[in-house]
């Protein structure tokens, strides 16, 4: 048993932690959150110089990590700089599924992910879905040996600035079969695909996305027919350790904060961390975080077991992180008091983003829910 | 990172797992699991087959007849104990009494004593406590005047775990009273067949004489019976609790629990399914279990740290404040699960005398329950351990 990095894992951490220290500041982040595009192109750049968008990408696929701790070093890092760029939506869901699916024509897609030349987004959610993964209404029509597309898509994470939209459409089944469903490579701006861009709550943009007939050639399809449901469970296995690594990271940023806070911040005469009513909701969370650490180390150690074992474990990854950061991303701000009620304050950012974390790709009772299934399954 | 055993590991869990097939009596690991009371005979019997293994002293330097196991290696030997169902070795001649006697104790004392705790010789127990002292150990009144060759104690101790079977104490004692509270205490090891020494058994909540309140009236202590120095006690106590804590996670006692939860629910049957496929109960499990998994690897990340079985610090203090609201959740669990049945008390059930109400699974649950609400209390209650925990942290420290 080994809980060591490697010392390229090390490496990257070090420069990575140190990239966004000097170049990401609250003021930084506050101008992107600000800005119409949502995110930095320059920050994005620099990112893939230093190496950190190929560290979430095997060696065959172009990459030099792409583990499920290298996924959690990088991510546990963005997280703890409160970093908005779509990394999650690009690297790990876009490049990894073409990565995963891609016949020799969309291969080079990966290269110019890596390269942070191209944007991608997943077209997966709509309307009445929540996060069941296998609710798609949206279809595929073959009409003269091309495909049409129609639907509706519901939050789709940084679709105004990906140059292709992965979104998975039927070619059979009912609205809630697994079968059936199959994913296409989209360019954004294909004629009939409308976008209704917006911000999100925890910074970066999403859009409502309508495909009104969208006419491709039959080389868009990404992957085999009906091979979607699959290759998206498969794919959102890392998706989960990136999120949970991520949520760590803000949570590491809140944490301390609050332990500067309440050293400093004085009241009747003293530091507030004196009192023993807020040292002990401190002493819940310090205990808590130990848990959050330990199921990201569980989840990304995993990745690569069969997939019982790593689903069970990003299951239990999800839950415990969805139930401790609400726990952190609310009692910081309880810890603090006024001074986190505002935009300004940092700590705002973090527990928004947070937040926001268990209402992507499953929730807290989801995945508990799903952990259970998965248990009696094992059983 | 690799969250996987070494190849000498696994095998050397193998090796526990091979030992305790063969060695375990079916009749103790039979009470365990039902949840019966372990007699002083089933303690020492156990003991006696874990020493001729040479395993009774895992955190023992091989010098002193111990292990000389690291700390993976005594956290495994403890997770398989948990899982087999073997009794728990009694803690506090073993656990607690020999390192400090190691570290401190004179070549007489060690060379006198530390056999005799292997060879089952000595039962001891842990005089500390003291009624109206709590949390507040330092505040020691028994007091131990010295009196030519001798000491003379007066005072009472309390929460004497297993008190009623030992023949040895080792007490904090007053030996100065005119200065700061922790510099006037010493170390004093006490034989309790000594004239003046009287025990009287506490019932606790769940009907068991687990703990014991020791009197003593003017009882006449040799010197050579003083551990260290006089009046350096405190640094002596606070050096075996650190000891006391090496287990502190409980993580096999835990999913000893947690496995026995589950084997109540799938035969509990609520509204004509097994209750394990309640959701609502499914969730509850299914939430510990998670808690559990985290835990068990913090308490792996942290004992792959400890090199050389060195005590954690703050870290000690976090695993005993999770690790036992696990262990506490894991034992409502199962007093839910048994339903009704949960309800009676009948002691001689406990005893497995008494076949006729209801399920056996559902005798101990009330009574572990309730026991087990000494997890949070004793070793420092768990509001102690949030203050170290918060001063620690808060001072920027540990990490």
Request: aromatic residues 8%; hydrophobic residues 45%.
């Amino acid at each position: 048993m080994n809980f060591e990095l490697t010392e390229e894992q090390q490496m990257l951490q070090d420069t990575l932690r140190r990239f966004l220290a000097d170049r990401y500041d609250s003021s930084v982040r506050n101008g992107i959150l600000d800005s119409d595009l949502g995110y930095s192109p320059d920050i994005w750049r620099q990112l893939a110089e230093l190496g950190v968008i190929g560290a979430l990408f095997t060696e065959d696929q172009g990459g030099f990590g792409g583990s499920g701790i290298d996924i959690a070093t990088v991510f546990e890092e963005l997280g703890r700089a409160g970093v908005v760029e779509p990394m999650l939506d690009t690297a790990i869901i876009g490049g990894g599924l073409i990565a995963a699916l891609g016949d020799d024509a969309q291969m080079p897609l990966v290269e110019f992910v890596i390269a942070g030349e191209t944007h991608l987004a997943l077209a997966h959610g709509e309307a009445g879905a929540r996060y069941d993964l296998d609710h798609v209404a949206t279809r595929a029509e073959e009409r003269d040996g091309d495909i049409l597309l129609s639907g509706r898509k519901a939050v789709v994470v940084n679709a105004e600035a990906a140059d292709y939209l992965i979104v998975s459409a039927r070619d059979s089944g009912s609205v809630t079969s697994q079968e059936g469903i199959s994913l296409f490579l989209v360019p954004r701006d294909a004629a009939g695909v409308t976008l209704v861009g917006y911000p999100l709550v925890g910074g970066g943009r999403a859009a409502e996305v309508a495909l009104d007939g969208v006419r491709l050639p039959a080389t868009a399809r990404l992957g085999a027919s009906g091979a979607g449901y699959t290759a998206l469970n498969e794919r959102l296995a890392a998706a989960h350790v990136a999120l949970s690594a991520e949520a760590l990271g803000a949570m590491e940023s809140a944490t301390a904060l609050t332990r500067d806070y309440l050293m400093t911040r004085k009241q009747f005469g003293r530091a507030i961390g004196t009192f023993q009513a807020l040292q002990h909701r401190f002493a819940d969370l310090m205990v808590e975080m130990e848990q959050a650490r330990s199921v990201v180390i569980l989840a990304a150690g995993h990745l690569e077991d069969s997939a019982p074992t790593r689903d069970l474990n990003t299951a239990a990854a999800r839950n415990l992180i969805g139930r401790v950061g609400r726990l952190v991303a609310e009692d910081t701000i309880q810890l603090h008091g006024g001074i986190a009620m505002t935009q300004e304050y940092e700590l705002a950012h973090f527990a928004k983003r947070i937040l926001m974390t268990d209402h992507r790709f499953g929730d807290a009772d989801y995945h508990l829910e799903r952990f259970v299934a998965l248990s009696s399954a094992a059983a | 990172m690799d969250l996987n055993y070494t190849k000498e590991e696994i095998a050397f869990r193998e090796e526990v797992r091979e030992f305790l097939a063969e060695s375990l009596p079916s009749e103790l690991a039979a009470k365990v699991r039902a949840g019966e009371e372990l007699t002083k005979a089933d303690q020492e019997r156990w003991h006696a087959i874990l020493n001729a293994r040479g395993w009774l002293a895992p955190n023992w330097p091989v010098e002193y007849g111990g292990c000389g196991w690291d700390a993976v290696r005594r956290h495994i030997f403890e997770e398989e104990c948990a899982l087999a169902g073997t009794p728990r070795i009694v803690p506090f001649g073993l656990a607690m009494l020999g390192p400090v006697l190691m570290q401190f104790g004179s070549d007489e004392q060690k060379a006198h004593y530390l056999p005799r705790i292997l060879n089952g010789d000595d039962w001891w127990c842990q005089g500390y406590s003291e009624p109206g002292a709590g949390s507040d150990l330092a505040s020691v009144r028994t007091r131990a005047v010295r009196d030519g060759d001798h000491y003379i104690v007066n005072g009472q101790k309390t929460w004497t775990t297993l008190g009623q079977h030992a023949n040895m104490i080792f007490c904090l004692v007053r030996t100065d009273p005119d200065v700061k509270q922790q510099a006037g205490i010493s170390f004093l090891l006490v034989d309790m067949n000594t004239p003046g020494v009287e025990v009287r058994p506490i019932t606790l909540l769940d009907g068991t004489p687990e703990v014991n309140e020791v009197f003593f009236d003017d009882v006449k202590v040799s010197v050579e019976n003083l551990v260290g120095e006089e009046n350096k006690g405190w640094t002596y106590a606070k050096y075996l609790l650190t000891h006391e804590r090496t287990n502190i996670a409980g993580v096999g006692f835990s999913r000893a629990g947690l496995a026995a939860v589950k084997r109540i629910a799938r035969q509990e049957m609520a509204g004509g399914r097994p209750l394990i496929e309640n959701p609502y109960f499914a969730a509850r499990l299914a939430q510990v279990e998670i808690d559990l998994m985290a835990m068990a690897t913090t308490n792996l990340r942290i004992i792959s740290r400890a090199a050389s079985g060195q005590a954690p610090g703050v870290e000690s203090s976090m695993l005993k404040v999770k690790g036992t609201a696990i262990r506490q959740e894991i034992n409502n669990l199962a007093r839910h699960a048994a339903g009704p049945f949960a309800m009676p008390f009948v002691s001689e059930a406990l005893e497995g005398d008494n076949n006729s109400i209801g399920p056996d699974y559902a005798r101990p649950v009330t009574r572990q329950y309730l026991n087990n609400r000494k997890l949070s209390i004793f070793g420092g209650s768990n509001e102690i351990q949030r203050g170290i925990i918060a001063k620690t942290m808060l001072a920027g420290g540990a990490r």
